[in-house]
């Protein structure tokens, strides 16, 4: 017996730590996200919402590291963060951004309705995330390090300068920590949208020469891998991926009112299938409404679709529908598919609603995909199956008790979907998410950051090196020195 109770203590202990390394796979009655349902994976649990990161999970015991995960925001002058806000508020009524020229927002952007509501993130990160427990004050601490720029709000204020002053600023500052890892440890808040082309140019021109490696915090692949360049969405993705492939896809906010409020999984919803937008851009967004107008009588799956300006100019798509959020609250499948840019907020719109999300859009790359199993509370439709006229069919087809799962995974992801506008993240919501995303890089950063630090005066520039290497007979011995060669 005595054997017996060993070998049983010493299999738990083995499963235990398998557990922890993530060495054996949960299926959907395991794996569960505090505070909401269980969600199926089908694969190791993550640590999507812990408050401790990736890397501070093995901190402090033996031979491990004991420095947890932190990350650094430059503390740049208020000029640029409460002297950019006042600056917006006092240029609102003729500001570039403001097309009514009226004054029917405060100078965080906030109403729901106008368009430039989508670009507030980057103020969020600017005034509140160096709240988070995971900052320091202290950059040789860090592992990351953030430049709080404001882009979208300098454009609308008319202060672009800024976006150039700000780099200027943090690569003056004592330390030159900036240049220590030539920036592949560094992020920017980079969304290209509506900006003053001539200004984004200037501004891009400066910050590659002193930041040719830095990451982006964006809503989409696509713009932070160049689309001033690459125009065709075929053309924009892979050629420079391993360029661009710790940046961080985040999520649109949407402050809809009728969004705030979590809904109950049995909420009534009588529309099958729904989506809101220009059909007349993006291209394929034409095909989703023939299916969904083809479809828009059949008994007991009704299909709708709300177009919203006419053209991709028609100021009326700047000022969202009132029927928006109750739309997304009435129905339990919500399409996306690319318009302006391959991102949109229906996906968070969809998620915050209870709808479950139609991906539409094949080169997309969505928020916290390394975090968050899509699959569980979303439908992937390729493109073809739409063009084809099989979307419907295929949507039909799917199973209650999978519509059922997918409506209970998304009361648990919904935090991940949520900013808070008033003060310091709150645990699991976006900006949070975007810090546990930081330390599974910081991670790898880790990895290589004593090698890449050992010659800091070599460049990552491979033009920069000659063919016939100076240094090439640097270890060759003569006869006399070495003494294998010795009689």
Not at 27 to 38: Q, V
Not at 162 to 182: D, F, R, T
Not at 277 to 305: M, N, P, Q
Request: hydrophobic content about 40%.
């Amino acid at each position: 017996m005595t054997i017996l109770r060993v070998l049983i203590a010493a299999v738990v202990v083995l499963v235990g730590v398998m557990m922890v390394f993530g060495w054996v796979g949960v299926g959907a009655e395991d794996y569960s996200i505090a505070g909401g349902e269980d969600v199926g994976r089908g694969t190791s649990p993550m640590p999507v919402i812990s408050r401790n990161s990736t890397v501070n999970q093995i901190v402090g015991r033996e031979g491990y590291y004991d420095k947890p995960f932190r990350f650094h925001i430059y503390k740049i002058p208020e000029k640029y963060i409460t002297g950019a806000l006042t600056e917006l508020d006092k240029n609102w009524g003729h500001s570039v951004c403001n097309r009514d020229a009226t004054k029917k927002t405060n100078y965080t952007m906030l109403d729901w309705r106008h368009a430039h509501s989508l670009f507030t993130v980057d103020t969020f990160i600017a005034r509140f995330l160096r709240h988070h427990p995971m900052h320091t004050d202290n950059p040789d601490e860090a592992d990351i390090f953030i430049i709080p720029a404001m882009t979208h709000l300098y454009n609308c204020a008319g202060k672009m300068e800024y976006l150039i002053e700000i780099v200027n600023w943090v690569a003056s500052q004592p330390g030159g920590h900036w240049k220590k890892y030539h920036a592949h440890d560094h992020y920017i808040f980079w969304w290209r949208w509506g900006m003053h082309y001539g200004g984004t140019i200037k501004f891009f021109k400066q910050l590659m020469r002193l930041f040719p490696r830095i990451n982006y915090i964006s809503y989409e692949f696509l713009e932070i891998m160049g689309r001033n360049k690459y125009q065709d969405f075929s053309l924009a993705l892979k050629p420079r991926f391993t360029d661009y492939m710790h940046s961080i896809v985040v999520p649109y906010p949407d402050f809809s009112p009728g969004l705030r409020e979590q809904l109950p999984l049995d909420h009534p919803r009588d529309i099958s299938v729904f989506m809101s937008g220009t059909s007349t851009i993006g291209g394929i967004r034409r095909w989703i409404k023939k299916e969904l107008v083809k479809h828009a009588d059949d008994e007991g799956f009704k299909c709708l679709y709300q177009d919203f300006g006419s053209h991709v100019v028609d100021t009326k798509r700047l000022g969202v529908p009132v029927e928006y959020p109750e739309m997304f609250k009435r129905s339990v499948f919500c399409v996306h598919a690319a318009g302006d840019g391959l991102s949109s907020r229906r996906p968070t719109s969809a998620v915050l609603s209870g709808c479950i999300p139609v991906l539409v859009c094949d080169l997309c790359i969505y928020p916290f995909e390394n975090l968050l199993n899509y699959s569980s509370f979303a439908v992937f439709m390729p493109e073809d199956n739409v063009i084809n006229g099989q979307m419907v069919d295929m949507l039909k087809a799917i199973p209650r008790s999978e519509i059922l799962a997918k409506q209970r995974a998304l009361l648990s992801i919904r935090p991940h979907f949520t900013y808070n506008t008033a003060g310091p993240p709150n645990p699991n919501d976006a900006l949070d998410t975007v810090v546990q995303s930081m330390s599974t890089r910081a991670s790898v950063l880790r990895e290589y950051k004593r090698w890449f630090l050992t010659h800091p005066d070599l460049s990552t520039n491979m033009k920069d090196y000659p063919p016939d290497p100076p240094l090439r007979n640097r270890y060759q011995m003569s006869l006399d020195d070495d003494p294998t060669q010795r009689k």
